[in-house]
């Protein structure tokens, strides 16, 4: 978006808060949130928590918002992970934006911590990210963030190994080579999107309804029964963290699945011409040939309006400044400098996006639910890391038997339905 437009939204947002907003705090409010909103030298002030390690790369844009609103911001480098724990401990003394990943958008919604974005602020997400990245921003059909970046695992693999071809399918890689994961200590992240794969949902179709799980049918017991079995595929090879790079380095692992944050490790582990990657291969699961899905994280940026008091001026700018750490312009830079792939139509479709080999397989792995489920945002996700991992851990490691699989599915359901 151009500078003009923002101007336009600026002068429209401040209009919208002033009219929206009087019962959000009396005049004594307003005086005190104004008072709190100024520095030592009078001008008007502003919190942003952005992503560890990223303060520098938001040094232009910041000035440039700062230039044109006349407002100060302080920047402080905050862990994403636990925006949600720090946001909600105490609102009036937490940032006015904040970076955070959106899989915690449900939680801060209905815990009051964060509102419905303005109508113009949602349109030009709807306008300019891709269907994947809004429903990352979305949160029971309403628009409560914005959407700067995504996020999926994709295969990697060492291409004196396996072709192009041979990437296809899981079948193909297990029997012209090896695959490296961790089923005796399942990490749910990396495993559960199967059961999405067979037709299953994980929360409802749009993950936000609670009792909407429906592993416990044929369908997911065809996925236990695949995960069993790699205890006898010679193809498949069980690693963990510590030593699934310096396996793929030595050649006894020549595939694994893993996001974009382990590429500098993998391309130094076989070296960059040998670093393959490519979208998930299909898998067969039952009789059925399936693609094999991950799941999509979304980056998003929000305004928490309690340190405003109510100062309609304050949080309009606040506005302003999450769509300005996330228009084109922004999510270019930050693909330059952090590696961040974009959400935003236009970037993904220029030239230097598409000329990355990882960037790409990330876009095409997050550009439809084909490859992606995005991930639920419900509270109910913080009993499911434990209890899946637990269940599909446990079918590994042959401490489930086989008869059992469809009762302990339906207890799973029952289980995250009723989790808090």
């Known amino acids: 978006m151009k500078s ?10 401040v209009t919208l808060f002033s009219s929206v907003l009087v019962a959000c705090g009396n005049s004594a409010n307003k005086s ?10 009078g001008a008007k002030q502003l919190k942003l928590w952005v992503p560890t390690d990223s303060k520098d790369s938001y040094k232009e844009v910041v000035e440039a918002f700062e230039k044109e609103s006349g407002f100060k911001v302080e920047v402080v480098e905050s862990e994403d992970p636990k925006a949600q724990e720090n946001i909600k401990k105490d609102p009036q003394a937490a940032a006015d934006v904040f970076s955070l990943p959106h899989d915690q958008l449900g939680q801060l919604v209905e815990s009051g911590a964060i509102q419905e974005i303005p109508e113009n602020y949602a349109n030009e997400v709807s306008e300019q990210a891709t269907d994947q990245a809004i429903a990352g921003a979305q949160y029971k059909g309403k ?4 959407p700067f970046g995504i996020e999926s695992q994709v295969l990697y693999y060492n291409k004196e190994k396996l072709s192009e071809d041979q990437v296809k399918s899981y079948e193909s890689i297990t029997d012209n080579a090896t695959f490296g994961a961790n089923f005796k200590e399942v990490n749910a992240y990396h495993i559960a999107p199967l059961f999405m794969s067979v037709g299953n949902t994980l929360f409802g179709d749009n993950g936000e309804d609670a009792s909407g799980t429906n592993w416990g049918n044929d369908a997911g017991v065809s996925v236990l029964k695949w995960i069993a079995s790699q205890k006898d595929n010679k193809g498949f090879v069980n690693v963990d963290a510590n030593n699934t790079m310096s396996k793929f380095g030595d050649g006894s692992v020549a595939a694994f699945q893993s996001g974009p944050w382990d590429y500098e490790t993998a391309k130094k582990s076989v070296g960059e011409d040998k670093l393959g990657i490519a979208p998930y291969p299909t898998v067969k699961i039952g009789d059925t040939d399936v693609q094999q899905k991950a799941f999509l994280g979304v980056k998003l940026y929000a305004v928490n309006q309690a340190p405003a008091g109510g100062d309609a001026e304050r949080i309009a700018a606040s506005y302003k400044l999450a769509s300005y750490l996330t228009n084109e312009d922004s999510q270019e830079n930050q693909f330059k400098k952090r590696s961040i792939v974009p959400s935003n139509k236009e970037v993904q479709s220029s030239d230097e996006v598409q000329n990355n080999q990882l960037a790409k397989t990330v876009i095409t792995m997050g550009s439809s639910d084909k490859y992606t489920v995005v991930m639920p945002k419900i509270s109910q996700m913080t009993a499911f890391w434990t209890e899946t991992a637990a269940v599909l851990s446990d079918t590994y490691n042959g401490k489930i038997k086989e008869s059992d699989y ?14 808090k």
């Open 4 to 13: 003009w437009q923002k101007k336009l939204i600026y002068g429209a947002g």
């Open 32 to 41: 005190a949130s104004d008072d709190a909103a100024k520095t030592a030298s």
């Open 143 to 146: 628009t409560y963030a914005f």
């Open 406 to 419: 469809l009762n302990k599915l339906k207890q799973l359901d029952k289980d995250l339905a009723d989790a």
